[in-house]
């Protein structure tokens, strides 16, 4: 009896520590570089691109760093504008929005700096992007041959600092991995298709 009691103590003192480590809150960012893509067909500038959504913290403390999990579930909102320079002169443009559900996934560590009420932190880990709508490139001769694909994927790391253990602001650099439009004309391939390497700066707040 008194063994039994003292393994549920134990289970019990170790199951909340463990649940203590999880928390949940809201993750944004916004993209940092602005780039401005050309071909002989399309001129592709003014990007974008912001994201939001609730995400989940995982850690597990380890000597002197925690180490663990972020996930996020954020809705991401990317916007251009394109221009069609085979209309010579009269070049037509419109602006394109795209919107995704952002999935990353990173491992994640912390450590703290001294008797500040600061840690850092850094994370790495791939990340996956589904499309829930998207407007078609509605250019002369274009409209047809180019739209934004469904899936994308990529990876990234960051750096940032967490203050109090509620805030974290940092910043981000991400690798696309895959192509964000089909396209069928290959000189069209480059301005919007190039695999996009992307600066952005992240904000969340966990409980």
């Known amino acids: 009896m008194i063994r039994s009691s003292l393994f549920i103590l134990i289970a019990s003192m170790f199951t909340t520590s463990l649940f203590g480590q999880i928390r949940f809150g809201v993750k944004a960012d916004v993209g940092l570089n602005n780039?401005?893509?050309?071909?002989?067909?399309?001129?592709?500038?003014?990007?974008?691109?912001?994201?939001?959504?609730?995400?989940?913290?995982?850690m597990?403390?380890?000597a002197v760093i925690d180490f663990g999990i972020e996930a996020s579930l954020l809705y991401n909102d990317n916007r251009m504008t394109v221009a069609n320079l085979t209309d010579g002169a009269s070049a037509t443009s419109n602006e394109v929005s795209n919107r995704y559900l952002y999935l990353p996934l990173n491992a994640k560590i912390?450590?703290?700096?001294?008797?500040?009420?600061?840690?850092?932190?850094?994370?790495?880990?791939?990340?996956?992007?589904y499309l829930i709508s998207g407007d078609g490139i509605d250019l002369q001769d274009v409209q047809a041959d180019i739209k934004a694909k469904e899936f994308q994927a990529g990876a990234n790391i960051g750096l940032g600092l967490e203050l109090f253990r509620m805030l974290q602001v940092g910043v981000n650099y991400g690798v696309q991995l895959t192509d964000n439009y089909a396209v069928e004309q290959p000189n069209w391939n480059d301005p919007l298709n190039g695999k996009s390497e992307t600066w952005s700066i992240s904000a969340a707040l966990y409980f």
Do not use: D, H, Q
């Open 60 to 62: 597990f403390p380890f």
């Open 35 to 58: 780039p401005r893509f050309n071909s002989e067909a399309l001129k592709v500038e003014n990007m974008t691109s912001y994201s939001i959504g609730p995400s989940i913290e995982a």
């Open 110 to 129: 912390k450590f703290g700096l001294g008797m500040l009420p600061l840690r850092m932190y850094a994370v790495a880990g791939p990340y996956a992007s």
